[in-house]
């Protein structure tokens, strides 16, 4: 008799904004699927305002509600990123409640965004292994250029700010394949900034996964694992969420 194959307890931790959440929750349902158990992570609204799951699953996902910390410029009860400057800020009081999670609930990975580059040396000393899941496409992240493990994480962000905004606005000298693709300038000053400081430490992680296809992108996955020394990177497919059941039930699920 063929033995079970393992289930594994899986935490995941998307940025606020709602085109984050529902990826990373499409994620989690197709784990979930397979067996798997989940911890979904955010703020109390935004797990009020989470589609409903399929009964079938909704065992194995299990929302987590972490508070978010007061901030002084963020409007009150304010949790999702739609028209939030300070809302990173404020995520990031948030570090405390995740060590306590991973502390006492010790998942077997955790699976998390860009915005948390204070969680690694948490996952670490927990022995929890780290998946930074990129909802950005595969060009993106290629155009942020190499990193190497061998950065001290407190340098990264000397070493990112030291980018010229310009640089982004051209194609990559290591791109070795033909392109015009390149950010444009309000999208360069967006990169060379605190999200460009918290993509390059999140993409230092053991494993990239990327919201992408390789029948799309192929070159660029590829381009990928050689800039991030990733002997794989994770094409986890588009995600696109389930349709609701036309059936008048207002509480249908998703």
């Known amino acids: 008799m063929a033995d ?3 289930k594994f307890h899986i935490a995941m931790f998307p940025w606020l904004a709602f085109g984050h959440i529902i990826p990373y929750m499409e994620l989690s349902k197709l784990i979930a699927k397979k067996g798997h158990q989940i911890s979904f992570l955010s703020t109390p609204r935004n797990v009020k305002r989470l589609p409903k799951i399929h009964p079938n ?5 299990n929302l987590v509600s972490l508070s978010l910390p007061h901030e002084d410029k963020l409007p009150p009860n304010a949790e999702a990123n739609s028209a939030v400057p300070y809302l990173k800020k404020a995520f990031d009081g948030l570090q405390e409640a995740v060590a306590l999670f991973l502390e006492t ?3 077997y990975w ?7 580059y204070w969680l690694a040396p948490i996952a670490a000393k927990h022995s929890i292994p780290r998946v930074f899941f990129s909802i950005y496409g595969a060009w993106t992240l290629s155009v942020i250029g190499p990193s190497s493990s061998s ?7 000397r070493v990112y700010s030291s980018i010229e905004t310009e640089q982004l606005t051209v194609p990559p000298k290591w791109v070795h394949f033909p ?6 300038l309000h999208e360069a000053k967006k990169m060379v900034n605190d999200s460009g400081f918290r993509i390059m430490t999140a993409v230092v992680d053991e494993v990239l996964a990327v919201r992408t296809c390789m029948e799309i992108v192929p070159d660029c996955l590829l381009l990928l694992g050689e800039l991030h020394q990733k002997p794989v990177v994770v094409p986890v497919g588009l995600l696109p969420p389930e349709l609701r059941e036309d059936d008048n039930d207002e509480d249908a699920w998703q």
């Open 4 to 6: 079970e194959p393992k």
């Open 151 to 157: 950065i001290p994480m407190d340098m990264i962000d």
């Open 179 to 184: 392109t015009n693709v390149a950010f444009r």
């Open 105 to 107: 609930s010790t998942p």
């Open 57 to 61: 699953i909704s065992p194995s996902i």
């Open 110 to 116: 955790i699976i998390h965004d860009f915005t948390p």
